[in-house]
């Protein structure tokens, strides 16, 4: 009785019968069970051995074959005793050398079980093996894939899967995303506006369909999507960063600069949000204010490369220079190949007229990317000034 307690209550949550599971075969719902399968398979075996025993021991008519014990105790064993003593000793023999092989497969099984394991590709694979008609797991190929970067394979597996489950909401939400940064977007918003018509209080899908709104320049559609996604769920701090860049698009400053200070109160280390405060107010000239924001948010998250980076900017524009420079190099401690870093440092530099700093900043810059063409000019421009300074030689 303890032994199917053990094999069948602790497997019935995850039956599927009661009610819907969310996964399609997982060891961990047999951890329980296996202990009921292994204290019933010792009592099984221990009964087919005492069966076997009764049985050999036993004649026809269920009459013990017990011979009268001869009188001379020197006597030979009779030719009866010898054939049930090896019919014992073979049947014996078959029934544990069975068990060895049993469990030798087993082992073997488990071997290769745990190979399987060894990384979400050849899970997921071997499971497509197993259950080739089951949604979730395409999605989880699918997934995989794009994580990964292969955007060819992740398309055709969320694909298979709203195929297979045509109510499958998550992967028309991930199949969206998918499209949407290879710039399909009409085709992307089809399958974010199915997969909020499946399940209304999805708010990450709302999100997701308001940037693929805004790209379509629908920004009062986008900013009912976004505002629903906040609807379902309050505290969404990603929400309000693409809420204020879709403001930002549409030139409403006030609003930008509100949703994403939300989005810093929900999530203070949410850089993204600071960053486009900080950026906003220096290009609209409110400099003290950026600085401001900007050592609000150092404060916060103070080893934040793109934070330094930007208030290096700031108060080089206020000829601080000094200060410019220690937060160039904060950001640079953190990423000393970010070409642009080099550059503004550059600039930097060239600004405060430490040409020979300005030089060597200007080439470490464009020997991490040659392609900035305003670092280039501005490299120029500093060699024709330096050129100037360099008195002419008489002959």
Same mark, same amino acid.
């Given at each position: ?23 399609? &075969? ?51 064993? #009779?030719?009866? %005793? ?16 069975? &068990? ?22 050849? @899970? ?39 195929? =297979?489950?045509?109510?499958? %909401? ?5 199949? /969206? ?5 290879? /710039?399909?977007?009409?085709? #992307? ?8 018509? &499946? ?16 790209? =379509? ?51 203070? +280390? ?15 000239? $409110? ?10 948010? @150092? ?12 208030? /290096?900017?700031?108060? /080089? $524009? ?7 420079? $220690?937060?160039?190099?904060?950001? @640079? ?60 030689? +008489?002959?």
């Amino acid at each position: 009785m303890m032994a199917l307690t053990f094999l069948i209550v602790p497997f019935l949550p995850a039956s599927n019968v009661f009610f819907t599971v969310g996964f399609v &075969i997982a060891e961990r719902v047999l951890y329980l069970p296996s202990i009921g399968f292994t204290i019933l398979f010792i009592f099984s075996f221990r009964a087919a051995l005492a069966s076997h025993d009764k049985g050999v021991h036993t004649n026809g008519d269920g009459v013990h074959n017990n011979n009268v014990v001869n009188e001379n105790c020197f006597s030979e064993v #009779a030719p009866s %005793d010898r054939v049930e003593k090896a019919t014992v000793d073979a049947g014996r023999s078959f029934l544990q050398t069975s &068990i060895l092989l049993l469990l030798l497969l087993f082992f073997t099984r488990s071997m290769q079980r745990s190979a399987e394991w060894r990384t979400e590709e050849t @899970l997921f694979r071997t499971a497509e093996h197993v259950c080739p008609l089951n949604a979730k797991v395409h999605y989880n190929i699918g997934k995989n894939a794009g994580d990964a970067g292969n955007v060819e394979l992740a398309l055709i597996k969320y694909r298979e899967a709203v195929r =297979l489950n045509p109510e499958y %909401d998550q992967a028309m939400n991930n199949l /969206g995303n998918l499209l949407k940064d290879l /710039g399909q977007e009409k085709e #992307a918003e089809q399958w974010l506006l199915k997969a909020v018509h &499946i399940r209304p209080e999805f708010a990450a899908a709302w999100m997701n369909l308001g940037i693929v709104q805004a790209g =379509l320049g629908q920004p009062h559609l986008a900013e009912q999507s976004y505002f629903t996604a906040i609807k379902h769920r309050r505290k969404y701090p990603d929400c309000y960063y693409n809420l204020g860049n879709l403001y930002l698009d549409i030139k409403d400053h006030n609003n930008a600069m509100q949703a994403w200070r939300n989005a810093t109160k929900l999530k203070s +280390t949410h850089i993204n949000a600071w960053n486009n405060m900080i950026i906003l107010l220096d290009n609209i000239g $409110k400099l003290e204010s950026a600085e401001q924001v900007a050592m609000e948010a @150092l404060r916060v998250v103070p080893s934040a490369s793109s934070i330094h980076f930007h208030l /290096g900017n700031i108060l /080089g $524009k206020a000829s601080r220079y000094k200060e410019a420079e $220690k937060h160039f190099q904060e950001a @640079l401690d953190s990423e000393p190949n970010n070409a642009n870093y080099w550059g503004n440092l550059a600039v930097l530099y060239h600004r405060w007229e430490k040409n020979e700093e300005a030089m060597q900043a200007y080439t470490k810059s464009l020997q991490l990317n040659p392609q900035l063409l305003q670092t280039r000019d501005n490299m120029m421009k500093l060699k024709r000034k330096i050129d100037k300074l360099v008195p002419a030689v +008489t002959v």
